[in-house]
């Protein structure tokens, strides 16, 4: 009989729920008396002892439940060797939890800071499995995470709205995605969403450029724009500089976010009319879509069977279709980002969608 401790950390996303299903139900199959131990509100819960036994019901009906049934918060890696503001050692208290527990192994679903600190436990010699969430697609080691396909689905979707209200008005539209300092689902999205410019961190925007791209769909007889810009786009000027020189120069930045920036000067230049539309968290919302319950699930067996062995210290990735573990050491302190010379850039571009660049 195996004891497994499960968490979820960071921001959420959809198939959260979906994924631990996956894992409690392969385990349960495989030996009835498995126990689970849900860990309430990520680290937290483990550093500060909060959390409850579950049953099997409690993965029951939660298949297309969007969030996490454990609650979820930000506990950044930087901060894990800090104590907290009584004091108290972060990484022994999650070891004491982990023994009090009894556990055998804990199944640690997030993103690329919580594989990060999944890594430190490992290192600290506790067992864990890790599982690869998050709507950015960016964790190394794995060619997707769950969560970023249902996220397109929304981010697709605000675009197609975005469409018939643009070309009603002739306005000028740009749409901002979430994907942190990635650009994956910008343009999963953008090209989705039929986008007429794409800007995503990866490839640095020349405003001269973009302005250009949204002058010749005028010029074309087009009524109307839209840009797909992620929340991380940056300049090439601004990519010239160094972390500090960046935020130095956002403390006088009067914009909200980058695409504020990038429509005012574009309203500045071409005298169209610009409106800026930010779907923020509802792209974490929602049901997962079909595609994320199915690979939620897949992974979700694949941790079981992997812990069913005595197999620890890995991340269950997926490389095409096959679900391989890779070493949490590989996967810590990296992000998987667009390559901007890769086939999907190409082929992009070919359809007459502007980059910027
Ligand atoms: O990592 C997922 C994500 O939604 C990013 O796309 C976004 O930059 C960030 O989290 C937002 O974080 P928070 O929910 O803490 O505002």
Request: aromatic share 8%.
């Amino acid at each position: 009989m195996k004891r497994v401790g499960f968490l979820t950390s960071g921001g959420d996303c959809q198939a959260l729920n979906a994924t631990m299903r996956g894992v409690a139900k392969a385990l349960y199959n495989h030996d009835p008396n498995t126990e689970i131990i849900g860990i309430l509100e990520g680290y937290k819960g483990l550093m500060y002892e909060n959390y409850k036994k579950m049953t099997p019901s409690d993965f029951s009906g939660i298949l297309t439940e969007g969030g996490t049934i454990l609650g979820s918060s930000r506990q950044p890696f930087k901060y894990m060797r800090k104590p907290d503001e009584n004091g108290m050692d972060k990484v022994e208290a999650m070891k004491k939890t982990y023994k009090k527990l009894g556990l055998d192994c804990l199944v640690i679903l997030g993103g690329n800071g919580t594989q990060k600190t999944a890594n430190l436990l490992r290192e600290e010699g506790l067992n864990v499995v890790g599982l690869p969430k998050t709507i950015d697609n960016d964790i190394w080691g794995t060619d997707l995470t769950f969560g970023f396909h249902s996220a397109i689905e929304v981010a697709t979707n605000a675009i197609d709205c975005i469409h018939t209200t643009a070309f009603s008005h002739g306005r000028v539209f740009i749409v901002e995605v979430m994907g942190h300092k990635v650009g994956w689902m910008t343009l999963y999205a953008g090209i989705a969403g039929g986008a007429d410019v794409i800007l995503i961190p990866e490839i640095p925007y020349d405003i001269d450029k973009v302005v250009a791209a949204v002058e010749k769909r005028e010029k074309d007889g087009k009524r109307f724009s839209i840009l797909a810009v992620a929340e991380g786009a940056i300049s090439k000027e601004d990519a010239l500089l160094t972390k500090k020189e960046r935020k130095a120069k956002l403390k006088n930045n009067p914009y909200p976010s980058v695409s504020y920036k990038i429509g005012a000067e574009i309203e500045e230049r071409t005298g169209q009319e610009i409106r800026i539309t930010v779907p923020g968290h509802t792209q974490r919302g929602g049901s997962p879509c079909a595609y994320d319950r199915v690979i939620s699930s897949r992974l979700g067996a694949a941790a079981a069977e992997l812990i069913i062995q005595g197999k620890y210290g890995y991340m269950m990735g997926f490389k095409g279709d096959d679900i391989v573990p890779v070493p949490l050491e590989e996967v810590a302190g990296k992000l998987k980002y667009v390559d901007p010379e890769s086939d999907i850039i190409k082929e992009t571009r070919s359809l007459g969608i502007s980059f910027g660049n």
